[in-house]
């Protein structure tokens, strides 16, 4: 994730002052019907709270947009406000007085803020622009492989190319130096010893580093677990160590989250605050840090937002008409899909006591205008980043990280609605490893993870974008491919049948082994329902098992003179 351009907030943060200086004269003269509506000697919450929230606002406004006497001056006043809004100080002649007169001087105060924007002789300073560099796409990703035993080059080059990695060979640390100087590949797998010393591999990593000035992802190879191996690797910037025989669904694992091409899915935050131009500002930031953000200038529109904006995270202020921050906390608490959803007030809220009030009741954080904008969006990306985790964990497999059961029939029965909609076909899949029980009787269950692992790894990186992968329970995983005919599905599931056929697992005891799958195919408009499009394919891919396993089989349609007759 990209982090902000300062060059681009400063300018979106310098129009949106201008608008907001623009608006305070109408706000003081607001202030001053609120002052003239107090009366000495009467209690009066209401107008003392409305006064105390719009020095309160006003001030942290200020303070976000760099206008820090009006920010100061405001803060005086809220302060009186507050004073007298708690009873500490009577609502006299004296207190009126004192406020009139900070009023006046945030006119004054505004006047020359007006002023000295005005002046051409004392521009604003603007941040440097930041260089980018757009990155080209990447298809398949280079992978250097070191090792001067041919047989683990050439059994590690054929397991990396199944799981489609482009692979190059080299069987002496000179070369692998020499070419990748040249060219730097996504990731290399280098093993530790090589005749040169014990520790040749993670010495020629350092020259390698040393001459290129970046560092390149490495994963090192090795028989030996030592301490000393390992903290060789280390200090020479690994990545990752696996021991030798290397496993090679770990080392794939390792190598996908090394190398991996797809950017992640941008947060997705909405902001709550009755300030349009603080809440601009604060969106400008966080959209430069390349999250999707939503504004809500009404909490009653909240609950509207969040229905259709499937928000990571809920930004708000802690004092709003209508509707208070800790209210709004409350209300979204007492939801059962919003129990988890973060929740960090943003305010110029000083006041330890009441900042911890404001936190009992749900939130999640607390973050003080004005905010530094690396400061707002570490925090919002800390705890972003944990909800979109335990959102994954509701919703996904553990062991291989694809849909549950619950998940992938959902999302069939969305998908099939889609389709239907769109008058186009839609197939349905579900895939069985074949003789998976002989696999745990033979190898041991950890053997039998890996095989679940690789097949869920291979389909997640090898299916289209908008295919939709879950394990259905077991050795069992179904497919959702959209716009995908039973033809074109075979098609698809047959390759990775092929792929999936060529990789070789190793048990705890080092013996190599190999596995397969057999998969059933239902197609919509052939069957109408999710409910008839699963018995189909569960059907088929009974059908597949029962000719032999290892293939694919079409559920056909069903006999017209059967469906009459029954």
């Not at 601009?280 to 966080?286: D, P």
């Amino acid at each position: 994730m990209s982090e902000p351009d300062p060059a681009r907030i400063q300018d979106r943060k310098l129009r949106l002052r201008q608008v907001f200086l623009d608006q305070i004269p109408e706000r003081l003269a607001n202030i001053r019907a609120q002052l003239a509506a107090l009366r000495p000697g009467i209690e009066q919450p209401e107008p003392l709270s409305l006064l105390h929230r719009t020095f309160h606002t006003l001030k942290g406004s200020s303070l976000s947009f760099d206008l820090e006497a009006i920010g100061k001056a405001a803060d005086t006043a809220e302060r009186l406000a507050r004073e007298a809004l708690d009873g500490q100080t009577p609502v006299d002649q004296d207190m009126l007085a004192r406020l009139d007169e900070q009023t006046q001087r945030l006119e004054q105060l505004t006047r020359e803020a007006a002023e000295e924007i005005a002046s051409p002789s004392s521009p604003l300073p603007s941040a440097p622009r930041a260089e980018h560099t757009a990155l080209g796409p990447r298809t398949q990703r280079l992978i250097y492989l070191c090792d001067d035993d041919p047989a683990i080059v050439q059994e590690l080059s054929t397991q990396l190319a199944s799981f489609g990695y482009q692979v190059t060979a080299f069987a002496s640390i000179e070369r692998l130096q020499a070419a990748a100087t040249a060219r730097a590949p996504d990731a290399m797998v280098l093993d530790i010893v090589f005749p040169e010393g014990h520790t040749a591999g993670p010495k020629m990593l350092r020259r390698l580093k040393s001459i290129t000035g970046h560092p390149i992802p490495t994963v090192f190879i090795s028989n030996r677990n030592d301490f000393a191996a390992r903290l060789s690797a280390v200090r020479a910037g690994g990545s990752a160590y696996c021991l030798k025989p290397v496993r090679t669904v770990e080392l794939i694992e390792v190598l996908d989250q090394l190398t991996a091409i797809a950017p992640p899915e941008p947060f997705h935050i909405l902001i709550v605050d009755d300030e349009a131009q603080v809440a601009e500002l604060h969106a400008a930031i966080l959209e430069e840090a390349g999250m999707i953000v939503r504004q809500v200038h009404d909490p009653s529109d909240i609950l509207h937002q969040l229905a259709h904006f499937q928000a990571d995270l809920v930004l708000m202020d802690l004092y709003m008409p209508g509707c208070s921050g800790p209210e709004l906390a409350q209300l979204l608490r007492q939801i059962p899909g919003y129990l988890g959803l973060p929740i960090i007030y943003l305010s110029s809220e000083t006041d330890i006591d009441r900042q911890f009030a404001a936190l009992s009741v749900g939130a999640d954080g607390f973050l003080s205008k004005p905010v530094e904008p690396a400061r707002l969006v570490a925090q919002v990306r800390l705890r972003a980043e944990r909800m979109r985790t335990l959102r994954s964990l509701m919703v996904r497999d553990s062991l291989t990280g694809l849909f549950n059961h619950k998940t992938i029939l959902e999302f069939l029965a969305t998908s099939l609605s889609a389709a239907r909609r769109a008058h186009e076909p839609l197939s349905f899949a579900m895939l069985d490893l074949d003789h998976f029980k002989m696999v745990n009787d033979r190898h041991g269950h950890a053997a039998g993870d890996q095989v679940l692992m690789a097949l869920g790894r291979l389909l997640r990186q090898h299916l289209r974008d908008g295919d939709l992968v879950g394990r259905y329970g077991g050795e069992e995983f179904a497919v959702v491919l959209s716009g995908a005919n039973a033809e074109t599905a075979k098609q698809r599931l047959d390759a990775l049948r092929e792929h999936f056929g060529r990789a070789v697992f190793r048990a705890d005891e080092g013996v190599g082994f190999q596995a397969s799958f057999s998969a059933g195919i239902a197609t919509f408009p052939t069957f109408a329902d999710a409910a008839s499009l699963q018995e189909a394919a569960d059907q088929a891919l009974y059908q597949a098992k029962k000719q032999g396993r290892n293939r694919i089989q079409i559920a056909q349609a069903p006999d017209a003179s059967d469906a009459s007759s029954g």
